[in-house]
């Protein structure tokens, strides 16, 4: 069966002395594109799976692997990757995808793309919170911490529905919950927060995140 389809590469590795696998994200989840030949400069499929880059092809499912039979399309995000920094920051967001990620969904699907074309400066720590925001959203679990902070110094949320409040099974600070909430309603510009409230934010979307992943 053949078909269609964009696919962002989050990962290539070696397969023999001229082949490779890609690791993608497409309509039918994230998975295994075996590239023949791939990386022999005569084929025509060379430096197109390189990660970051979206590509449109017609696929053939053999197996439990993908197959291209043939490339319609080529966005080539990975030039965009010109400095460390920036490399590392699409290096996140593809491993956030093979780890978090399961199904397709056109959004987060557009989501992904929209931010690998963001350079994030020094920004970095703010935009990973941003983007696993959008995806939460997308995936119809928007938390209730989000909707209504109680007015107390120290909280506990619930994982199962984000509620915050005196029960829960992590305790975080108002500050963590109302900085979110600031970083939803109207993004990152303005927004300051210090390595370790940064870190205590991932921290409870990670935890919310694997607690809907069950």
């Not at 989501?111 to 920004?123: A, E, H, I, T």
């Not at 990973?128 to 902070?149: D, N, Q, S, Y």
């Not at 108002?174 to 939803?184: D, G, K, M, P, Y």
């Not at 927060?193 to 409870?204: A, C, H, S």
Request: proline share 3%; glycine share 6%.
């Amino acid at each position: 069966m053949s078909f269609k389809a964009r696919a962002v590469v989050l990962k290539r590795v070696r397969s023999g002395d001229q082949d490779l696998i890609a690791k993608v994200y497409c309509q039918v989840g994230v998975q295994s594109i075996l590239v023949r030949e791939g990386y022999t400069s005569s084929s025509p499929f060379f430096g197109v799976f390189e990660p970051f880059n979206v590509v449109e092809a017609d696929l053939e499912q053999k197996g439990d692997i993908l197959v291209p039979n043939d490339v319609l399309s080529v966005e080539r995000l990975s030039l965009l990757a010109t400095d460390y920094r920036r490399y590392l920051w699409m290096c996140w967001l593809s491993a956030f995808t093979l780890s978090r990620i399961r199904f397709y969904d056109e959004r987060i699907f557009q989501l992904l793309v929209k931010f690998l074309k963001v350079d994030p400066g020094r920004s970095a720590g703010l935009y990973r919170v941003l983007f696993r925001l959008k995806v939460i959203e997308a995936m119809g679990l928007r938390p209730k911490f989000l909707e209504r902070i109680p007015r107390r110094r120290r909280l506990k949320v619930r994982l199962s529905d984000g509620s915050a409040g005196e029960e829960g099974e992590v305790e975080v600070q108002a500050q963590v919950l109302a900085t979110l909430r600031r970083i939803s309603e109207k993004g990152i510009k303005r927004v300051s927060v210090g390595k370790g409230t940064l870190k205590r934010i991932e921290d409870l979307l990670d935890l919310y995140m694997e607690y809907h992943m069950r």
